[in-house]
């Protein structure tokens, strides 16, 4: 099958395309034909050998961790009646990149009908974030919210479940072009935190979810009401606020932890893609590369041009 292999750690060259075996379904597993695979912030930080990594990688290795398309073979254990079923899943941290996967079948997600396969792989990872962090906040209707990175796969998503929840929705994003996207998804403000004097422009707020970390973030919890909460889900800015909890503590502002079981990521992930087949969240995907083209991915999201979700194309026409 085709892959992209992780031949050592570095700049994205390294991720170089070539043939790998065909993976076999162990007990308990099942093989995807795989159509979409989702890239993520965290994977460049991860290939470059940098940044917190959920998975250590060892190269040579297949990377990537979201895979959507149909199951075409089961192992040992798994009801056979999964076969031709489309589906989203996590790998595990590797194995992604390629044209067929093996994954746990407990681990699978059915694509609801009504529901494209690459907007399900768009949502397989940041719709379980962007409803947890939504949760953990829970900004009441008519508090003022503000959402840093607001033109990145997650924040897309907050502004549009924020909006839902009735409040006011000022979208802070790093350059007039993605000040654009929050604003067509329903935002009421949008501010570029690139511009200096950003935070005066944005106002105070209720809740802060901060996506971009370091100077930015610090600044925005400057913005946080007494009552307020802030909670982060990225750091774009490479560190995260690191605000101290005693002057939180001072000022009244909660800074939220998120906390979640398995079963509860879970159930956010299906939150995110039932609202999406229901046509009340809606993923933007900005970019799209084919399989071979997981370097040039890799450069767009960290030279900090793209916006929305990327996805690699695995199929070929």
Request: charged share 25%; net charge negative.
């Amino acid at each position: 099958m085709r892959a992209v292999w992780l031949k050592e750690f570095g700049g994205p060259e390294v991720l170089v395309p070539e043939e790998a075996p065909d993976p076999v379904p162990g007990e308990g597993q099942v093989l995807i034909e795989v159509e979409f695979v989702n890239i993520t912030f965290v994977e460049t930080q991860m290939r470059a050998g940098t940044g917190p990594a959920p998975v250590k990688l060892e190269p040579p290795v297949i990377p990537g961790n979201g895979v959507g398309g149909v199951v075409t073979a089961v192992g040992a254990g798994v009801d056979g009646r999964l076969v031709g079923r489309r589906v989203v899943s996590s790998t595990g941290g590797t194995g992604a990149y390629a044209e067929k996967a093996a994954v746990d079948a407990k681990g699978l997600f059915d694509v609801p009908d009504g529901l494209a396969l690459d907007d399900a792989v768009a949502l397989l990872a940041d719709g379980r974030t962007a409803t947890m962090m939504l949760r953990a906040a829970d900004p009441r209707p008519g508090e003022r919210v503000l959402v840093e990175a607001a033109a990145g796969g997650v924040g897309t998503l907050l502004v549009q479940l924020a909006k839902a929840r009735g409040t006011t929705v000022v979208a802070a994003a790093g350059g007039a072009h993605k000040t654009e996207v929050p604003m067509r998804l329903g935002a009421d403000e949008a501010v570029d935190y690139r511009e200096p004097g950003w935070a005066e422009k944005a106002g105070t707020v209720d809740v802060v979810f901060d996506g971009v970390g370091g100077d930015v973030a610090r600044e925005a919890f400057t913005l946080v009401r007494p009552k307020g909460r802030m909670v982060s889900f990225g750091l774009a800015s490479g560190e995260w606020a690191s605000v101290p909890e005693e002057q939180a503590a001072e000022r009244g502002v909660t800074l939220v932890q998120p906390k979640a079981t398995p079963e509860q990521l879970r159930e956010f992930t299906i939150s995110a893609l039932h609202e999406a087949a229901q046509g009340r969240l809606r993923p933007v995907i900005g970019q799209r590369f084919p399989l071979e083209g997981a370097a040039d991915a890799h450069r767009a999201i960290e030279s900090r041009s793209t916006v929305g979700k990327t996805l690699l194309e695995v199929r070929r026409a």
